[in-house]
């Protein structure tokens, strides 16, 4: 393969643009069946990203079946996998980070109810009254909403676990790929306006001081959100 075959990954932090651009070159016959694949660091330089960026779309390529690793290194095994392999590795990882939230978060937004000050509830209501007028702006909102739910938690322990999942969800590039993605334009909108109206229950609960509608309401939420991508997004 000649150097700099490929230009720099303009959303640097896309793992799943790194990976659809090593498949093009696979079925454009630049990289072909039993080559190896040029070594993560070589990758890094010609794509422009980080390392653990490289790694995730080299997950995803073995996941789909392009890629197998022989030793420790990756090679390429097909430029057409199987129907069975072309899974989506995307929806995998939110279905993942999804499960965790779940685990977490009624629980975490029960005990807000119990033990929020008036102010803190106030200012959790005044999070979810925002109107966003797009993607980027509903992003900020919703992660300063449920980060300020588990603020109020008075459990640093309980926060400190709750913000690594919550961190690895905002920071997914599988997560930020559906999202951005211009097939899933409308159904984002949707997703948008169902997640609004859910934080104004989620609000309105915790307002109330009612553990048990509180964690009915982000359960509800959380199911709502994770199936419409997995079902809906493409």
């Not at 000050?117 to 509903?138: D, L, P």
């Not at 640093?156 to 997914?172: G, H, I, M, R, T």
């Not at 993605?181 to 169902?194: L, R």
Request: proline letters at 2%; one cysteine or more.
């Amino acid at each position: 393969m000649s150097n700099s075959t490929f230009e720099h990954v303009e959303r640097r932090t896309i793992a799943a643009d790194v990976r659809e651009r090593i498949i093009d070159a696979i079925r454009r016959d630049e990289l072909k069946v039993g080559d190896l694949l040029p070594a993560e660091r070589v990758l890094c330089d010609e794509f422009g990203v980080g390392r653990t960026s490289v790694r995730e779309a080299i997950q995803g390529l073995i996941a789909s079946g392009y890629v197998v690793r022989k030793g420790n290194r990756a090679v390429i095994a097909s430029a057409t996998p199987t129907l069975e392999l072309a899974i989506d590795t995307r929806k995998a990882t939110i279905s993942n980070l999804f499960e965790v939230r779940r685990v977490i978060e009624p629980a975490l937004a029960g005990l807000v109810a119990e033990r929020a000050s008036a102010s803190v509830r106030r200012q959790i209501s005044e999070i979810a009254n925002r109107q966003a007028s797009g993607i980027e702006e509903f992003r900020l909102i919703d992660r300063e909403f449920h980060q300020a739910i588990a603020a109020a938690c008075e459990n640093p322990v309980l926060l400190d676990v709750y913000e690594q999942a919550l961190a690895s969800l905002f920071s997914s590039e599988e997560f930020a790929s559906l999202l951005y993605d211009e097939n899933n334009k409308d159904e984002v909108i949707d997703i948008i306006a169902s997640s609004s109206k859910a934080h104004l229950n989620i609000a309105a609960a915790i307002l109330a001081g009612n553990r048990a509608m509180t964690e009915t309401a982000v359960s509800a939420h959380l199911w709502d959100v994770e199936q419409r991508m997995l079902e809906r997004l493409k």
